[in-house]
Each structure stands twice: as C-alpha cells, then as structure tokens.
C-alpha cells in the first residue's frame, strides 16, 4: 500500500461462500506495523507510526485522549476504512502479509485479527448460543451442530464465562450483566479462531470486580492469541501487558509514538521524559 488512499462509503463486509468444517487454528501471530499515517478528510491524525506488536503477547497501547491510539487499532484490521472520509498510509504486516494488499481479501483479515470494543455489544435479540457462532456466518463457515456446541462451549469457557451460564445458553445475550456482555463478545470474537484479538478500552465500562475477570481472561488467551489494548488505566497497563506503547500528540500535530518497549521498563525507568511524567499521572 503506497501512499494516501481514500475509502469507499462504508458497507458492511458481505458473508463469504460456505466452507466446511472450522477454521484451522493458526495460532498467535506477530502484528507490525511499518509508517502509519491516517487522515480523515484534511485532518491528519497519526504521523509515521510504526509499532511491533509480539506474538504470545499483550501490547498495551496507552496516552491521553485524541492522540490517535483507537484510530490505530482500527488500521490493524481495516475498520478505518469503513469511514467515508478516512485515508491512510503505510503497510500493517501479519506474519509479514500486508492485509492491505490489494489482492487480500477484507474478510480474511477480519477473520485473523478480531475486535471486542469499548461498549459491550452482544445482539441483544440472539441468545448467547446464537451470540458465540454468529461470526462463522460473516466468515462462510459451515459446522454440523454437534460441533458447533462443542465450538461454543470452548468459546465460553475460554472467554470466562462458561460456568455463569452453561445451563441457560438459549437466554438473550442482552440480558446478561455489563461485564458477563464484555467477556460474551470476546468468546464470539474467539469463534472464528482469530490469530490477533484488538480490544479498546474493554473495560471502562465495567465495575472493579468485572474489570478485574476481564484482564485475568486476557491473560488465559495471550498463549493462544495475540492481544493489543487500548487503555486510559495506567493501573491496568501496568498489570497485564508485556509490552508497551505511549502515544501523544501536542499542539495539534498529529500523534506519535514517543516511547515503547518492555512494559515494567517503561514504567520504572522511562527514557522520555513524558512518558514518565504521563505513567506517573502529570499530565493526560
């Protein structure tokens, strides 16, 4: 991908042909992205980002509001296009794919980098069963019911939440608490056997207790996939990544990242001056 290039009205991407049986799991993969500049209309947002984000690993992608850190995590899985006005930059390699090559496929991206976002957003008419395997639909995936049932079982008990409702999985999925939502999308995010899970803010809707299931079910799945965050909770960063990205942008410039690196480090011993004075709360 070279250079800015604008995007279409944005449409929903259309379900695929059928193919039998599930996804093979691939496993984890290495997310990297090489000089991300985004734009909407004339307004620049993000200015050369480039950013590794490890297999096996939580990423924590951390900085004040407005410095492009959602705008980012939505590049590496090609929901900024969706937005009319919205250009962009740069190459983000998977495993060393541009999923921005012309010749990929969008769903083939959507299917190996998946998104749980900041409001829980079951569908609140599905019961949670219906919730787990919706995605194999959108990705044309075709499984006997037998194992679409042990499919939601595995989702469910790898997003936490097996036990709470393993014995009313015919109940609307819009009628569980905030945090039973939360961990409900990331099992249907997990369906579809995803190589990277991308999670906004996930947790800033919920209480301490829900926050607190949320980051241990992130730490169960980081062997399994890879998981880049975006949080405002330094606390949070601190507890649950491995690796971490400080984003600022100042006087209406566009953002940068200032600092990243091995997350105990960016926190005790910093080499930016801002970034300590942000993970030390004095500023943001």
């Known amino acids: 991908m070279t250079g800015p290039t604008m995007t279409q009205t944005a449409t929903l991407p259309p379900a695929v042909p059928p193919s039998e049986g599930a996804p093979p799991p691939a496993g984890p993969a290495t997310l990297e992205a090489r000089d991300i500049t985004a734009w909407f209309g004339s307004h620049q947002v993000l200015d050369r980002v480039s950013l ?83 995605g194999l639909r959108l990705t044309g995936t075709r499984m006997a019911k037998a194992d679409k049932e042990v499919l939601v079982e595995e989702c469910l008990v790898r997003g936490g939440l097996w036990n709470e409702v393993k014995d009313r999985l015919d109940s609307p999925g819009g009628g569980l608490s905030g945090g039973q939502q939360q961990r409900l999308c990331i099992a249907r995010s997990l369906a579809i056997k995803p190589r990277v899970l991308l999670m906004d803010e996930p947790c800033s809707a919920l209480d301490p207790t829900s926050t607190r299931v949320i980051e241990e079910t992130m730490k169960d799945l980081a062997e399994q996939v890879t998981i880049v965050i975006v949080t405002h909770n330094m606390q949070q960063a601190a507890r649950v990544s491995d690796t971490c990205a400080f984003f600022l942008a100042s006087q209406g410039t566009p953002g940068v990242i200032v600092e990243h690196g091995d997350t105990e480090a960016m926190f005790t011993s910093p080499q930016d001056q801002r970034t300590s004075d942000y993970v030390n709360g004095r500023f943001g």
Do not use: W
């Open 52 to 134: 590794t984000m490890p297999a096996s690993g939580i990423t924590a992608l951390i900085g004040p509001s407005g410095c492009g850190k959602s705008t980012f995590l939505r590049i590496l899985n090609r929901m900024h296009e969706l937005v009319p006005s919205a250009a962009l930059a740069g190459e983000v390699l998977l495993d060393g794919e541009d999923i921005y090559d012309p010749q990929r496929k969008l769903t083939d991206a959507r299917r190996a980098i998946g998104m749980v976002f900041q409001k829980p957003n079951p569908f609140p008419a599905m019961s949670i069963r219906e919730n787990v395997i919706a």
